[in-house]
Antibody, heavy 117, light 112 residues
Framework: EVQLVESGGGLVQPGGSLRLSCAAS????????MTWARQAPGKGLEWVAT????????YYVDSVKGRFTISRDNAKNSLFLQMDSLRAEDTAAYYC??????????WGQGTLVTVSS | DIVVTQTPLSLSVTPGQPAAISCKSS???????????LYWYVQKAGQPPQLLIY???NRFSGVPDRFSGSGSGTDFTLKISRVEADDVGLYYC?????????FGPGTKVDIK
C-alpha cells in the first residue's frame, strides 16, 4: 500500500522559512517523479513543484520560483520542500504526491502551513 | 498558462441517476506523443484528492466502472452512470500537457 506522510507544517511569520518533509513507503520511490501540490483554505488545487526520479530536473510554478526548493533523498525514501521568504498567500495545505512526469497518482494527507504575523 | 474551466460548479443528483461534468481547456491537450493529458480527481470531505481517470478515459486502479471519461482536444466530460452516496465530493480536472499544470475550479457533487 502506497503511503505518503507529510510533516513540518506550522505557523510561520511572513518572510520566514519552513521545511516540509514527506516519508514515502509501499512503492519504488526512486523510480518515480514526486510533486508538491497545495490547497489554500476553501480553495482549489495548485501544482507547486515536481522533481524527477533521480533528482536531476526540477520544475516550479512561477509564484514560488526562487523561494521554494524541492529535493529528495532516494536512500531514505524522502521528499522535501524548503520554503523561504514565505508570504501570506503561501498559506495552504501542502500535499506530497507521487507519479510521473505528467501525472499524479497517490496523494498524502497533507500538512498545513500558515503564514501570519 | 492553460486555463481549465468546469461546468457546472455545483451538481445535486438523485441516487441512481446519472451525472456529467464538463471540463474545457484553453489549449488542446493532445501532445505530439499521441496522448491527451487530461486527468480527473475527486476530493472527498477532509481527504486528499484521489485519481479517478487518467489520459481522458482510463480508470485508475480500483475506480468503479460507473465512472467514465471522454473527450478530445479541449473538451472533456466525466460521467457517473449511477450516482451513489459515496460519490459526494469535489471533482477536479487537470491538464498536464504544459507546465504549470493547472486544475479546474472544481465541481461540487452532492446528493438530493
Amino acid at each position: 500500500e502506497v503511503q505518503l506522510v507529510e510533516s513540518g507544517g506550522g505557523l510561520v511569520q511572513p518572510g520566514g522559512s519552513l521545511r516540509l518533509s514527506c516519508a514515502a513507503s509501499g512503492f519504488y520511490f526512486s523510480g518515480y517523479f514526486m510533486t508538491w501540490a497545495r490547497q489554500a483554505p476553501g480553495k482549489g488545487l495548485e501544482w507547486v513543484a515536481t522533481i524527477k526520479a533521480d533528482g536531476s530536473e526540477k520544475y516550479y510554478v512561477d509564484s514560488v520560483k526562487g523561494r521554494f526548493t524541492i529535493s529528495r533523498d532516494n536512500a531514505k525514501n524522502s521528499l522535501f520542500l524548503q520554503m523561504d521568504s514565505l508570504r501570506a498567500e503561501d498559506t495552504a495545505a501542502y500535499y506530497c504526491v507521487s507519479g510521473g512526469a505528467r501525472y499524479f497518482d497517490y496523494w498524502g494527507q497533507g500538512t498545513l502551513v500558515t503564514v501570519s504575523s | 498558462d492553460i486555463v481549465v474551466t468546469q461546468t457546472p460548479l455545483s451538481l445535486s443528483v438523485t441516487p441512481g441517476q446519472p451525472a456529467a461534468i464538463s471540463c474545457k481547456s484553453s489549449q488542446s491537450l493532445l501532445h505530439s506523443d499521441g496522448k491527451t493529458y487530461l486527468y480527473w480527481y475527486v476530493q472527498k470531505a477532509g481527504q486528499p484528492p484521489q485519481l479517478l481517470i487518467y489520459e481522458v478515459s482510463n480508470r485508475f486502479s480500483g475506480v468503479p466502472d460507473r465512472f467514465s471519461g471522454s473527450g478530445s482536444g479541449t473538451d472533456f466530460t466525466l460521467k457517473i452512470s449511477r450516482v451513489e452516496a459515496d460519490d459526494v465530493g469535489l471533482y477536479y480536472c487537470m491538464q498536464s500537457i504544459q507546465r504549470p499544470f493547472t486544475f479546474g475550479p472544481g465541481t461540487k457533487v452532492d446528493i438530493k
